[in-house]
């Protein structure tokens, strides 16, 4: 499972993409299996695509090392979601099912030693930056193996040996941090960017805003992903603000920004890719505007009442796994026994990780005064 | 040991802790306030230039950022400048940086030092004379530094940039062009009290410019008979209790002075603290001695009387040792 997993590292990519005209994603836009290239803004460069037919070798492991981690987080989510169910993870949780393409794609894009940051909906972009399902499973059930030894829980996720530096019970309350973590990698010329995400909520916050400004005026290596799902907790982003394109905030504090399709995994990577690669070289920060929907409630346990039915059951047919495995079908990237493969080592992946953690001990009473201070 | 004023000793450790450590950095203003001192920090800002960076009016921002850094391995130290204004960067030092060494089970820490000058500063009124200390005594993961003297700023900002846990270094201008002797290199730990005037009828646990409004008091008590202490706890996390209590313990009689507002102040929680750990030490009621429940206001007369003078503090003793 290691080597399937490994995040390739960021080089130019050949686009063999048929180009369509470019399209504003809407959501209630025709579903279509083929990826779209939209119109990005100010990221991406203008190259001449030409015509192929397969993907490359090369190609095709990447795009199945997409596929599996993009498995891995939908088998890890469900896999909470049953034992949240059962009563054997408690408190709030929330699931990022439905939205895994912003992750797999997002960090797809980074290096090892590149800085992560989450929201409250963590455990996709943990996994996706490598962080071990086993102790993240563990952390969730509260147990003393757990990444936080029990004490942090959902919504505070750290995995510092994968750089997943910290999740976030706040909303925005990461956006900052991502500009400390960035400052430092522009200070030690390494290389390193710092990539924050967060929902369409965000927007609202102070936070967010001071943070756009102090990143664009220092030129920070920071990547602001936004995983706008058309929904900031119980309603819909219209009854929060008239600003319904979150880059625009971007583009208010001058920063490079666009807009694409979050389901799309490979939209997802190369726009973050080539964000990615303008900030290594000194460029300054960007913000990906990354249009999904999450299937479940806010939280497990949401009845989501504020939601059609009809609604849900459009997104779940732009499904990023469905859409994606559809293409790489297409395309003969990946074989059907791989992509069958794929989502059978996540769950047996995840069935591991739900043995592990359910096994595990609990803290003991000690733990509760342990590590407040260094 | 140098004599010096209390804004060189300032100025002379923001100085070693910048030459002795590359991974420090300041990030706002000058850690002098608008005292006539405040040019003094541009030859700071001249050897170090590429370290010390100024900030766009966002305190939430710019606190996070700091504290981002921090655990990505910086030792920052972030001038709010006046207290009041770390109310707006609440979220991010109590509810991230405090948080972030237990939340994580240990995997991060944020030595990120915070920087503000508490207090009533002459004419700030309500919005720009707060103490936040007892607030931030309220969360669990934060260290809390309160210089009194010019050996004790020095000292004190030399181990807060070393101390591994997010630190709340709390100073005030009615102490800048306070005079004391200095000793070279010198880093004081935390946890350690400091008697800054030895007495035996009395123990004042005091403060901040407290402390130097109390041994002002103890001067004139003297003159009176009254032999009064003054214990200075230097660091509110941690608390040297021990120090405290001995003092209690010589005396029998406490009186705290703390210029947070009364109600869950700094006194309200030693005086907690003292009354659990010592009551049998003690020949009478804990006095505390605290500014008024009420905003700061702005006219002198009013702003005058509304922190504990020199007066209120020999009030208080008085009360105490009758």
Excluded at chain 1, 74 to 93: C, D, K, N, P, T
Excluded at chain 1, 265 to 284: H, Y
Excluded at chain 2, 254 to 260: A, H, L, R, T
Aim: charged share 25%.
């Amino acid at each position: 499972m290691g080597e399937a997993l490994a995040i390739p590292t960021v080089r130019k990519r050949d686009d063999g993409y048929r180009r369509t005209a470019p399209q504003p994603i809407l959501q209630d836009a025709p579903v279509s299996n083929a990826p779209r290239l939209v119109k990005v803004r100010a990221i991406l460069p203008k190259k001449s695509r030409r015509k192929k037919l397969r993907a490359s070798r090369e190609e095709q492991r990447e795009w199945l090392s997409l596929l599996r981690m993009m498995w891995l987080i939908r088998a890890f989510e469900e896999r909470v979601s049953e034992l949240f169910a059962r009563g054997q993870i408690s408190g709030l949780l929330h699931l990022g099912i439905g939205q895994e393409g912003v992750a797999a794609g997002a960090c797809g894009a980074l290096r090892p030693d590149d800085y992560v940051f989450g929201g409250h909906r963590a455990h996709a972009h943990a996994i996706a930056k490598g962080a071990d399902p086993n102790r993240l499973m563990a952390e969730l059930a509260g147990r003393a193996a757990g990444y936080c030894r029990g004490k942090g829980g959902s919504m505070h996720v750290v995995a510092m040996d994968a750089g997943f530096v910290t999740a976030t019970g706040v909303v925005g309350g990461t956006i900052p941090l991502a500009l400390g973590a960035a400052f430092v990698g522009k200070e030690k010329r390494q290389g390193q960017v710092a990539v924050v995400f967060f929902g369409d909520g965000a927007g609202q916050v102070g936070a967010f805003h001071e943070s756009l400004n102090i990143a664009s005026l220092w030129k920070l290596p920071v990547i602001f992903v936004c995983e706008n799902n058309g929904y900031a907790e119980f309603t819909p982003l219209s009854a929060h603000t008239l600003v319904s394109r979150l880059a625009d905030h971007a583009r208010t504090y001058g920063m490079p920004n666009s807009t694409i399709d979050g389901n799309d995994v490979l939209a997802v990577k190369e726009a973050i890719g080539a964000a990615v690669a303008r900030a290594r070289a000194g460029k300054g920060p960007a913000f990906v505007e990354c249009l999904t929907y999450r299937l479940r409630g806010h939280y497990e346990g949401d009845p989501a009442k504020y939601r059609e039915l009809s609604e849900v059951t459009g997104w779940k047919s732009k499904d990023p796994i469905g859409r994606f495995s559809a293409v790489l079908k297409k395309k003969r990237a990946v074989s059907p026994e791989e992509m069958a493969q794929a989502e059978c080592d996540a769950r047996a992946r995840v069935e591991e990780a739900a043995q592990f953690a359910l096994s595990a001990p609990w803290p003991e009473p000690e733990e509760v005064a342990s590590q407040v201070y260094a | 040991m140098r004599e010096m004023a209390y804004y060189e000793a300032k100025l002379e450790g923001l100085r070693e802790a910048l030459a002795g450590d590359e991974r420090v950095c300041l990030i706002g203003g000058s850690f002098m306030s608008q005292s006539p001192r405040r040019g003094l920090f541009s030859e700071i800002q001249k050897s170090f230039r590429d370290r010390i960076l100024s900030v766009p009016i966002s305190e939430l921002g710019y606190c996070g950022l700091a504290t981002g850094a921090a655990m990505g391995g910086l030792r920052p130290i972030v001038d709010l400048s006046t207290g009041s204004f770390v109310y707006e960067a609440w979220p991010q030092v109590v509810n991230e940086a405090a948080n972030a060494f237990y939340m994580s089970g240990g995997q991060t820490r944020a030595p990120v030092v915070f920087h503000v000058f508490h207090g009533v500063r002459g004419g700030g009124a309500a919005q720009h004379s707060g103490s936040p200390q007892a607030m931030f005594w309220n969360a669990p993961g934060l260290e809390i530094v309160l210089p009194s003297s010019p050996r004790d700023v020095k000292g004190l900002l030399k181990a807060a940039v070393r101390s591994d846990n997010p630190t709340i270094f709390v100073d005030h201008v009615g102490l800048l062009e306070v005079r004391g002797t200095v000793p070279d290199d010198e880093v004081i730990p935390f946890g350690q009290a400091d008697v800054k005037r030895s007495g035996s009828d009395v123990t004042v646990i005091a403060t901040s410019l407290m402390v130097q409004r109390s041994l002002s008091a103890a001067e004139q008590l003297a003159r009176e008979g009254i032999q009064v202490e003054v214990v200075d706890p230097r660091t509110l996390v941690p608390l040297d209790m021990a120090t405290l209590l001995a003092s209690v313990k010589k005396t029998g009689r406490v009186v705290i002075v703390d210029e947070c507002h009364k109600s869950c102040g700094v006194a309200a929680e030693i005086a907690a603290r003292i009354a659990e750990e010592g009551f049998e030490m003690l020949k009478a009621p804990i006095r505390r001695v605290a500014t008024y429940d009420v905003p700061v206001p702005y006219s002198p007369p009013l702003e005058e009387f509304i922190a504990p003078s020199e007066a209120r503090i020999a009030g208080a003793i008085r009360a105490a040792v009758r």
